[in-house]
């Protein structure tokens, strides 16, 4: 029977010390989440360590991600991260009943881990981002030590005093039997200088138990205590850092688009065509994709945000701010954009009518002039809120194509996710060399001096969109009907335009598809091919060949380093 007590008290304990590992790793993350709200959201450690990982994760992991989980890639993310930290802390507790002091060292080196992810992200303010990270892990690692503390402490039981005997001086006294048990006791006492509980409880002087040599009740009151007030601390973070959301939303709500001075030229009615699982021409803003290393969307109050423009051949540096930009001529366009992490056949393409000042007219403000005219800087390096930097070349921006910076998405501002309240479009090139989502600096440079984020990590300084298409419907594994199927889809070359898109079933001859009205050369553009199926398993190809006669190659190529190539295909079986 003592053996099975003292193996249930120590599996009792080892749970306890684990379960004390995973409430000091909450208090953490608590904790630092309250003391973020007193420096930047972007600083809590969970932001800041997934920002890192995100920094030095290599170009075909996060190719990997976005390919399998799409837009929920942040999400697995911190989902991952949460989890890793969960099973640390349990494992911190484990090693804090035997150790106590080491446990809650470990406790302090995630601390430090977080620091120091906090300080070196792109977007750090400076030492106070690391602050968050330091006070949760100093006050996770005093709430194990205390938790362990008790889990290692005999609990003493007291029992009713005894009153003092008249006896004779030269009488000599008996043995007593808590004399007879004073090895056990000192062996007791013996453990809990050494923080180790004893194996088994003993017998006080009244014959009472103690219930396995730990303060069990303590533990409880202790666990509970710590687990209402990391809550309570938690909530209030999250309600303070939500502060900086709901002014950006205000200021949002707030904006009334003015009247382009040059509106976008309506979408032909030719341009849509009306078959089944074939997706609209312009993509709706809920519906457009997302592709950024933001783990938190960076939520910017219009009122505050200004534009700085500077660096070579910059005459005069610029600044604005939101209204400015409102009150200068706005221009409006039709343009469809493509991320460079979208794979042949991928749905990260999507089509909008965007509003803003032209770049070119900044620029020129500025007095930039581009390199075919003299100018010293090639590259155009813009910097997010969130420290995300982009390389453009100046070339391209200044070539008469519609670069703008946008204020606006489909008639509305720019929704948060999408760049609230600026970011930069160019026509013709992949997101990661133009599209920078909330823009606060311009920065005129070369591409021999300085290289952006993306070009850090092995991908190309310059990348033009591909001519690309794809096959929309019928979907991959479908079961059509024998007889006429309308195969229709989407294809795209923007700056070039779309000339032709062709159809191949199986090893037959390539066939012409139906072209709708091309709306611009920086618009996709929709394509249909009626198809007379037969009984069997068939393989559908597509192709396009853009306005300068450049057909689509068939050689296949990965994403990086500078957008997929290849033919889109679907395998049907007809009935």
């Known amino acids: 029977m003592t053996a099975v007590r003292i193996t249930r008290t120590a599996l009792t304990r080892g749970t306890l010390a684990a379960l004390s590992g995973l409430l000091a790793g909450f208090a953490s993350l608590a904790v630092a989440e309250l003391a973020s709200a007193a420096v930047r959201p972007e600083a809590s450690p969970v932001t800041a360590v997934g920002g890192a990982a995100v920094d030095r994760t290599p170009a075909g992991v996060k ?24 099973l640390f802390a349990l494992l911190v507790g484990l090693l804090a009943l035997r150790h106590r ?5 470990a406790v302090l080196v995630f601390g430090v881990v977080g620091t120091a992810a906090a300080v070196s992200r792109p977007d750090s303010t400076g030492p106070a981002d690391g602050l968050p990270s330091l006070l949760g892990a100093v006050v996770g690692a005093a709430l194990l030590y205390a938790l362990i503390g008790r889990l290692t402490r005999p609990r003493r039981i007291a029992g009713p005093e005894k009153a003092p005997q008249q006896k004779d001086e030269n009488e000599e006294a008996p043995q007593r039997e808590d004399e007879i048990e004073e090895a ?26 103690d219930e396995g040599g730990w303060d069990r009740r303590g533990f409880l009151i202790a666990a509970t205590a ?24 205000a200021s949002r709500a707030a904006v009334t688009l003015p009247a382009p001075a040059s509106p976008a030229r309506p979408i032909p009615a030719g341009a849509r065509l009306r078959v089944p699982g074939l997706g609209p021409f312009t993509t709706p803003n809920d519906a457009f994709y997302r592709v950024d290393t933001a783990l938190v969307v960076p939520k910017v109050d219009a009122d505050s945000w200004r534009l700085r423009i500077h660096g070579q051949g910059v005459r005069q540096d610029l600044e604005f701010t939101y209204r400015e930009l409102l009150a200068r001529p706005l221009t409006e366009r039709e343009i469809t954009l493509t991320c460079v992490s979208n794979e ?3 749905p990260y393409v999507g089509h909008a009518r965007w509003i803003g000042v032209l770049l070119s007219d900044l620029l020129r403000e500025a007095g930039v002039k581009p390199p075919s005219r003299g100018g010293p800087a090639d590259q155009l390096v813009a910097r997010s809120v ?7 070349p100046v070339e391209a921006v200044m070539d008469g194509r519609d670069a703008m910076l946008a ?30 989502k909330w823009i606060e600096d311009i920065e005129l440079t070369t591409f021999a001096a300085y290289d952006p984020y993306w070009v850090k990590r092995s991908w190309a300084r310059e990348a033009p969109v591909k001519t690309q298409s794809r096959i929309d419907t019928p979907k991959p594994f479908g079961r059509p009907e024998a007889g006429t199927v309308m195969v229709a889809g989407v294809a795209w070359a923007q700056h070039r335009g779309v000339e032709k898109v062709e159809i191949r079933v199986d090893d037959g001859p390539w066939r012409p598809a139906q072209l709708a009205e091309q709306a611009t050369v920086d618009t996709w553009r929709q394509w249909s091919y009626p198809w007379q199926a037969t009984p069997g398993g068939h393989t559908l190809t597509v192709r396009a060949t853009d306005g300068t006669g450049e057909v689509q190659t068939e050689k ?12 889109h295909s679907v395998v049907v079986t007809v009935d």
């Open 386 to 392: 969130d420290g995300m930097t982009l390389g453009t």
């Open 344 to 346: 042949v056949g991928g």
């Open 226 to 249: 710590a687990a209402a007030a990391s809550t309570a601390a938690g909530a209030a973070g999250r309600a303070l850092n939500g502060r900086s959301g709901r002014n950006a939303a």
């Open 101 to 105: 002091r080491a446990g809650s060292a």
């Open 556 to 567: 296949r190529t990965k994403t990086v380093p500078d957008g997929a190539s290849g033919r």
């Open 407 to 436: 204020v606006g998405m489909n008639g509305e501002p720019l929704p948060l996710v999408h760049g609230f309240p600026v970011r930069m479009i160019v026509p013709g090139l992949y997101g990661y060399v133009s599209a920078c």
């Open 184 to 209: 056990p006791q000192r062996e007791d006492e013996k453990a809990e200088v050494d923080g180790q509980a004893p194996e088994q409880g003993g017998e006080r002087e009244n014959g009472q138990e």
């Open 63 to 86: 190719d990997w991600a976005i390919r399998n989980f799409g837009e929920d890639d942040k999400l697995v993310l911190q989902l991952g991260i949460v989890v890793t930290l969960a």
